[in-house]
């Protein structure tokens, strides 16, 4: 789990990790930052709120060929603060338990680009996440970049207000990724689970690394 304990707010790349039956010896390369796209005229306040991850692609895992393992959709939740960064709390499951992740994203260089505070006490380099395309009211196109023990990682995700999202979008993301290298088998689609509009204030069962695990039924 060493992915998910330096991105407690990306649940979706713990799941991946968790999950996939073969890790390529060779990582995919990071691309230059000069041919990733940046939301023109970012409004942090229109992006606040919640957001469902419908799919991910990364160079951190592969699927392997016959791999029949489910991938289940988080809720995360942007609370914007008037210093411009957001409370970003990641709803989901993790094996049989509903877990929570928070962190706090803060404006890095322009609008539509942020990085995560409090890195100093994890072997994380370097972290940059980035708003390629949305239209605050459907669809949000993600970059996530990190440097983990001199290792650079990266995914590119397709969020949706909605647990749904057309096909035409859908395939725009496909081709995004593909545009970065990354195929069928650094691509998975996540399947639906119920969430509550808001989780009941109960005692967490325990709390690691930040995230705190819940009693399964919170998340439908």
Request: glycine share 4%; proline share 6%.
């Amino acid at each position: 789990m060493v992915l998910s304990l330096l991105c407690l707010s990306l649940i979706v790349l713990e799941a991946l990790h968790s999950q996939a039956q073969d890790i390529p010896p060779t990582r995919i390369p990071a691309p230059p930052l000069s041919k990733i796209p940046l939301q023109p005229d970012f409004q942090d306040d229109r992006f606040q709120g919640d957001w469902f991850t419908i799919g991910a692609a990364t160079n951190a895992v592969m699927k392997g060929k016959g791999n029949n393992s489910k991938y289940y959709m988080t809720r995360v939740n942007f609370e914007l603060n008037d210093d411009h960064s957001y409370n970003v709390s990641t709803t989901g499951l993790s094996g049989q338990k509903c877990a929570q992740w928070t962190s706090t994203l803060v404006p890095y260089i322009q609008p539509g680009q942020f990085t995560r505070l409090n890195m100093t006490n994890s072997d994380t380099e370097s972290y940059l996440w980035r708003v390629t395309a949305t239209d605050y009211k459907q669809f949000a196109m993600l970059y996530i970049e990190y440097k983990f023990k001199h290792r650079i990682y990266f995914q590119v995700k397709l969020n949706g207000r909605t647990q749904e999202l057309s096909s035409e979008l859908q395939e725009h993301f496909i081709k995004f990724a593909r545009s970065l290298g990354l195929d069928d088998e650094n691509t998975v689609y996540f399947e639906p689970i119920g969430f509550t509009s808001t989780l009941p204030p109960i005692l967490p069962v325990t709390s690691i690394q930040g995230a705190t695990w819940l009693p399964h039924q919170t998340c439908q």
